[in-house]
């Protein structure tokens, strides 16, 4: 089974998708269970062979562990997680932003994390088999201007993929972080909270999408067991940098 956070919409739900045309068998979360009913219909009619989907905030230690207790039979089975859940907040400067878009990107982005990963390892570590899959950014290497929390939790996780994998040496557990540059999904449309704004960002240019990054999570999970794929940085081929970027779509 594939758990995937975050699968809603975006990065989450066309990996969902991908690995429902692999015939793989899923257990979805987010936040709008209605968007995961419809979600799971359509992986079913993909291919996948059982979805099991629920409302659980992961920003929320309790509903995790409330969760996957009421459904150990469920998680037990788990082979990937994706943590895919994350957001940023606003584009202030540090010194005008609002402290609570700082609470929302690290509980989301770097607490969620921690508490998914935390309550699965254990089915890992008890077969003694799994992939952690860890939804980085380019973000988490290189910063800008405003960025300042959004990027220091992407470097978070970068960190933390580094150390997982050093906390399960001897393990057949396998740890990846994807780290993609622009995507064009809802990301920016909760971060600016303004919709031409959202687009704005992506005029000109020819970005990701939640596809391309869904096809590279199924590529590196795939691989033979005794491979493991640390870290993929993945840019649009217009994007150098997180502010170098060409505004000229790819022919």
Known sequence: MILITGASSGIG????????????????????LEKLEALRAECLKLGAPAVHVASVDVRSERAIADEVSANAAVYETAEVLVNNAGLAKG???LQSDDPANWDEMIDTNLKGLLYVTHAVLPFFLKKNRGH????GSVAGRWTYPRGHVYCATKAAVRALNESLRLDLSGHAIRVTEIAPGMVETDFSRVRLEDEAKAKAVYAGMTPLSGDDIAETIVWACGRPAHVNVQEIVIYPTVQA?????????IP
């Open 91 to 93: 584009l202030a400067p």
């Open 132 to 135: 952690v899959v860890n939804l």
């Open 13 to 32: 739900a066309a990996t969902a998708r991908a690995f429902a045309r692999e015939k793989r068998p899923l257990a979805l979360w987010a936040r709008r």
């Open 241 to 249: 940098s997180p502010t170098v970027v060409s505004r000229k779509p």
